[in-house]
Nanobody, 125 residues
């Protein structure tokens, strides 16, 4: 099963860019569909992006244009690049994994059984 660990968060200024990483120390990473979500206090976990085992990509409609998801199967890693960071991007960012084989691209938290501990991103204006 997937064992996920995020890194790359931190405190940045508005307009900066940041790349988050998530490494899966479990097995069969190339068979996993990987997602990124984020959460702020008092709010539900929000879908950001997904990249499937076959490299199909889906982004949240509300976050189009500044987020780029990618994966490196040789490193068992998935990445989330965030450009032109805004204070409203402040959140804990989580990566998640699923062996999704149904139609479509999973974007709900319930679609993902495996989660990392999250990495905090704080954007100051």
């Amino acid at each position: 099963q997937a064992q996920l660990a995020e890194s790359g968060g931190g405190s940045v200024s508005a307009g900066d860019s940041l790349t988050l990483s998530c490494v899966d120390s479990g097995h069969s990473f190339r068979d996993q569909t990987m997602g990124w979500f984020r959460q702020t206090p008092g709010k539900d976990r929000e879908f950001v992006a997904t990249i499937t085992w076959s490299d199909e990509i889906l982004y949240s409609n509300s976050l189009l244009g500044r987020f780029t998801i990618s994966r490196d199967n040789a490193k068992n890693a998935v990445y989330l690049e965030i450009d032109n960071l805004k204070p409203e991007d402040t959140a804990v960012y989580y990566c998640a994994a699923t062996q999704w084989r149904a139609r479509g691209v999973p974007s709900r938290t319930n679609d993902y059984p495996f989660w990392g501990q999250g990495t905090q991103v704080t954007v100051s204006s």
